[in-house]
């Protein structure tokens, strides 16, 4: 079985380094489930502070170093911990142009760095020939959940799941995200094909998110 892999996604949101602090204070004293992955990622400016609580950025750049203004790389984020990154999320999509094309050249750069990626997709067609095969965590994304408090239902969840799966075959974790909350968590998690979560909102606060992740 696959271990399951529960991500907070902080966004641009608990971008202060006293807050993330705080935080992770609070984690730290807490029982993590062992049979569970935990990974927080939070704006890159606070990454440095995680030490050895599983952590990953939310985005980078594909090239190693260079002239590109304010672009962060692979290599940079290893040197911060990071195991995980996300990369593709739908607000990177909508807002800042990014492509299947740029994903798939992220995916081969983070991959060659030893990094995972969590590659986020709105829909089955986005699994694109350039992710298969590949050691990656795929992250079904509806747009029409995320931060609307409109979460699938675990039944769609599960039926655009098993359709990636068919795609990307049974070692890879296919993790839902939109809307998660304490109270839909469990029932998301109990499908099939449901290997973890992505969590945006709900992560922000500890105590909500540790009660997702069955601490
Ligand atoms: P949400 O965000 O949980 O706030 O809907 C999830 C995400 O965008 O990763």
């Known amino acids: 079985m696959l271990k399951p892999l529960l991500v907070a996604n902080w966004k641009m949101s608990q971008g202060r380094i006293a807050d993330g602090?705080?935080?992770l204070k609070t984690l730290k004293q807490a029982q993590l489930p062992a049979d569970r992955e935990i990974v927080i990622c939070p704006p890159f400016t606070s990454l440095h502070m995680?030490?050895?609580?599983?952590h990953g950025?939310?985005?980078m750049y594909w090239e190693e170093s260079g002239a590109y203004t304010g672009e962060v790389s692979a290599m940079m984020l290893k040197e911060l911990g990071?195991?995980?990154?996300?990369?593709?999320?739908?607000?990177?999509?909508q807002h800042f142009g990014e492509?299947?094309?740029?994903?798939?050249?992220?995916?081969?750069?983070?991959?060659?760095?030893?990094?995972?990626?969590?590659?986020?997709?709105?829909?089955v067609e986005e699994v694109t020939p350039a992710l298969m095969g590949k050691p990656i965590v795929i992250a079904y994304e509806p747009v029409w959940a995320i931060?609307?408090?409109?979460?699938?239902?675990?039944e769609h969840a599960q039926e655009v799941h098993a359709a990636i799966r068919a795609l990307v075959g049974d070692q890879i974790r296919i993790i839902y995200g939109g809307s998660v909350t304490a109270d839909n968590a469990a029932?998301?998690?109990?499908?099939?094909?449901?290997n973890g979560l992505l969590i945006g909102g709900a992560s922000l606060d500890?105590?909500?998110?540790?009660?997702i992740i069955g601490a």
């Open 21 to 23: 602090a705080e935080y």
């Open 50 to 54: 995680f030490g050895d609580i599983p």
């Open 57 to 59: 950025a939310q985005n």
């Open 82 to 93: 990071c195991t995980y990154v996300i990369i593709g999320h739908s607000e990177r999509r």
């Open 99 to 123: 492509t299947d094309e740029t994903v798939a050249k992220k995916v081969t750069a983070a991959l060659a760095h030893g990094l995972t990626p969590i590659v986020c997709v709105r829909s």
């Open 147 to 154: 931060g609307t408090g409109k979460a699938a239902t675990p």
């Open 187 to 194: 029932s998301l998690m109990a499908q099939l094909d449901v």
């Open 206 to 211: 500890v105590i909500t998110f540790l009660s």
